[in-house]
């Protein structure tokens, strides 16, 4: 079976995530990145291996996950203004929440 150009997505931004957390440890010693950029880049992979199964199950959680990275790194990236990674990966899950959201909807119509 092919993939869809939304399980690519999903699968990049689940390495994004998961990247981000191993950064956010190397760099600062964050046990909290790694274990949250951990468990979010395990669950996207989840949503990426049910896309094509349960398509409207699969973007809602994804929908979840993206809006929680969203609303935790927006209000980190409001405090610092740093673009990198706050601004990034907030960036990236806004893009990520619309193409989960617009997945819902057209699977739901």
Same mark, same amino acid.
């Given at each position: 079976?092919?993939? %869809?150009?939304?399980?690519?997505?999903?699968?990049?931004? !689940? $390495?994004?995530? *998961?990247? +981000?957390?191993?950064?956010?440890?190397?760099?600062?010693? &964050?046990?909290? =990145?790694?274990?949250?950029? *951990?468990?979010?880049?395990?669950?996207l992979y989840?949503?990426?291996?049910?896309?094509?199964? #349960?398509?409207?199950?699969?973007?809602?959680?994804?929908?979840?996950? %993206? !809006?929680?990275l969203l +609303?935790?790194?927006?209000? #980190?990236?409001?405090? =610092?203004?740093?673009v990198f990674?706050? +601004?990034?990966?907030?960036?990236? &899950?806004? +893009?990520? $929440?619309?193409?989960?959201?617009?997945?819902?909807? #057209? %699977?739901?119509?």
């Open positions: 079976m092919a993939t %869809s150009t939304s399980q690519k997505f999903t699968l990049g931004y !689940a $390495a994004l995530v *998961g990247a +981000g957390g191993v950064m956010g440890y190397l760099k600062a010693g &964050s046990q909290m =990145s790694l274990l949250a950029g *951990g468990l979010s880049s395990l669950v989840y949503v990426y291996t049910e896309l094509p199964v #349960r398509p409207v199950f699969a973007s809602s959680i994804g929908l979840g996950i %993206s !809006a929680s +609303g935790v790194m927006g209000s #980190r990236f409001k405090k =610092s203004g740093k990674p706050a +601004g990034a990966v907030s960036l990236v &899950s806004l +893009g990520m $929440a619309g193409g989960y959201l617009h997945g819902i909807l #057209r %699977s739901v119509n």
